[in-house]
C-alpha cells in the first residue's frame, strides 16, 4: 500500500468501519454476559447467540468497506498469507483495539453494579491450566478463521453462498466449543478491552498467542492446500514474496505461468498509458 492510498478518504473509512464494528461486537458479546436477575448466568449460549447474530449484521454494514473482519486474529491470518499488507494490517489492527476498548468502557459505564463485570474477562477455569485454555483457543479460532477464507474465495468466485451468515455461525460454533474451557475468545481485541478496564491480565498472554496461532493456521491450511488455486508454485511464491495473484490465475485457468506474467504485465503498461 502506497503512502497516497493512506491518505485517501476510503483507506480511513475502512479504518473507521473496523473500530465501529470490533466496539458493537465487543458490546454485544459482553452485554449477553452479563448475568440475569438473581445473579444467575445464562451459559454459554446467550453470548454464542449474541456474537453469531451480530457477526451476520455487521458483515452487512462494513463488509465492502473494509472486509469486517473486527480481529486482529482474522487481520493477522490475511497479512500471512498476503491478502493485505502490512500498513494496513497495522491500522486495523490498532482501531480494532481501540473499538473493544471503547465498547468494554461504554458497558462498564453502563454497569448497576461495577462487580457483575468480572463476567467481561476471559479467565482460565480454576480446574484447567493455560496450556489446555490454550489448545481450546486454537482449536475455536482455526474453525472460525477457516470459515473465513473459504467464504472469502467463494465471493471471489461469485458464489451465491449466504458467506456472512456461515461466518456468524462459526462464532457461534466456537463460543458453545471453548467457553467452558477458556472463554472462547477467539478475538485478541474482545479480551484486551476487558483487561484493560478491570485490571485483570492473569494468563492474558495465551489470548494473543492461541487465536494468532490457530487463524495464522487456518489461512495458511486453506490458501495452500484447501482452495481451489492452492499450489506448490502458489506457497513458493508467497515464500519468496513474489506475486501470489499471478501465481493463482494461472492456477485457475490452466494457463502457463509465463503467459498469465506476460499478460499481466501488458495490463499494467496500458493502465499506465491511460493514466499518462
Known sequence: MTWRELRSRQFW????????????????????????????TGGPMYPAVAVGVVVVALGHCFGEISGAQMNPAVTLSLLATRRLDVLRALVYMAAQCVGASLGAGALYLALPLKTTADHFVNRVPIELNAAQALGTEVLCTF??????????????????????????LAHTAGVLIGARFSGASMNPARSLGPAI?????????????????????????????F???????K??????????????TASMTGSSLSTVTQN?????????????
Open 235 to 248: 506457497l513458493v511464491a508467497c515464500l519468496t514474496c513474489k506475486d501470489i495473484e499471478i501465481v493463482e
Open 143 to 168: 474453525q472460525l478463521v477457516l470459515t473465513v477464507f473459504s467464504v472469502e474465495d467463494q465471493r471471489r468466485r461469485e458464489s451465491p453462498e449466504p458467506g456472512n451468515l456461515a461466518i456468524g
Open 264 to 276: 499481466a504485465m501488458r495490463a499494467k503498461q496500458a493502465n499506465k498509458q491511460e493514466n499518462n
Open 197 to 225: 478496564i478491570t485490571g485483570f491480565w492473569e494468563n492474558h498472554w495465551l489470548y494473543w498467542v492461541g487465536p494468532v496461532l490457530g487463524g495464522v493456521l487456518a489461512g495458511v491450511s486453506h490458501e495452500f492446500f
Open 227 to 233: 482452495a481451489r488455486s492452492a499450489s506448490r508454485q
Open 13 to 40: 473509512r475502512a479504518m473507521l468501519a473496523e473500530l465501529l464494528g470490533t466496539l458493537i461486537l465487543v458490546s454485544a458479546v459482553l452485554g449477553a454476559s452479563v448475568p440475569g436477575p438473581g445473579d444467575v
